[in-house]
């Protein structure tokens, strides 16, 4: 079955340290991978999808199919990046969503 | 651009009455929408996907006549809890897919969710 693990429910970090939050998936085919993020009394939103390689707020991820991982990644945290964060996987020729459990990413001053 | 309502933001309501919520897209035509289920500290769990014009498809587990889905237009979809219990509370959240060729290139647009609390 399609699954997308996070394995750490918080991580805690100091301003200015790396910070890497975890993503494994399950799944057979060709999946697409994205990584959601919550602030605060907002909604949730869209962070980056693999296939856009690219890089926001200073955030990085790399699908990496041979360990089924989309880490997401930035190297100096700042104390805005407190969230809640949800990898998600797309699987192919489908628009549903499968959410990873969240991380909740706490950056501390 | 791409903003999805969801009203209300919270209900309260007695044990056996039937609560709707609306999903609404206010600047483009959404052919799907899909509803999710989030309990608290878990993760949003897909409920249904809704078409418009058609039936919504339901996730395995999710029974159909308990959680009616209607997207009687390209802008609104509802999704009402029928004879709702305590089980039911839970943290409802809409989605709305914008418009376009291929599944990757419409990402997915959330509303705030509706907070559901049943006494």
């Known amino acids: 079955a399609q699954r997308v693990t996070q394995p750490e429910k918080l991580l805690s970090v100091f301003k200015g340290a790396p910070v890497e939050l975890k993503c494994n998936y399950s799944?057979?085919?060709?999946?697409?991978l994205f990584w959601y993020v919550q602030y605060s009394r907002q909604r949730l939103q869209l962070l980056l999808r693999?296939?856009s390689r690219e890089s926001i707020k200073g955030f990085t991820a790399d699908l990496n199919k041979g360990e089924t991982s989309f880490h997401l990644k930035k190297p100096f945290a700042q104390e805005e990046d407190s969230a809640m964060y949800y990898c998600?996987?797309?699987?192919?020729?489908?628009?549903?969503?499968?959410f990873g459990s969240g991380t909740r990413l706490l950056v501390r001053p | 651009g791409a903003v999805v309502s969801q009203h209300p933001s919270w209900v309260i309501c007695k044990s056996g009455t039937s609560v709707k919520i609306e999903c609404r897209s206010l600047?483009?035509?959404?052919?799907?929408m899909f509803w999710y289920r989030q309990f608290p500290k878990q993760s949003l769990m897909l409920m249904a996907t809704?078409?418009?014009?058609?039936?919504?498809?339901?996730e395995q587990g999710v029974e159909k006549d308990k959680f009616l889905i209607n997207h009687a237009s390209l802008t609104l979809s509802t999704l009402t809890v029928t004879s709702a219990h305590p089980e039911d509370s839970s943290f409802y959240i809409c989605?709305?897919?914008?418009?376009?060729?291929?599944?990757?290139?419409?990402?997915?647009?959330f509303g705030d969710g509706t907070r559901l609390s049943i006494l």
């Open positions: 809704s078409n418009e014009g058609s039936k919504a498809t339901y």
């Open positions: 693999h296939i």
């Open positions: 799944y057979s085919g060709s999946p697409e």
């Open positions: 989605s709305a897919r914008t418009p376009g060729q291929g599944y990757s290139n419409q990402p997915q647009h």
């Open positions: 600047d483009f035509q959404a052919t799907t």
């Open positions: 998600a996987l797309r699987m192919d020729s489908s628009y549903k969503l499968i």
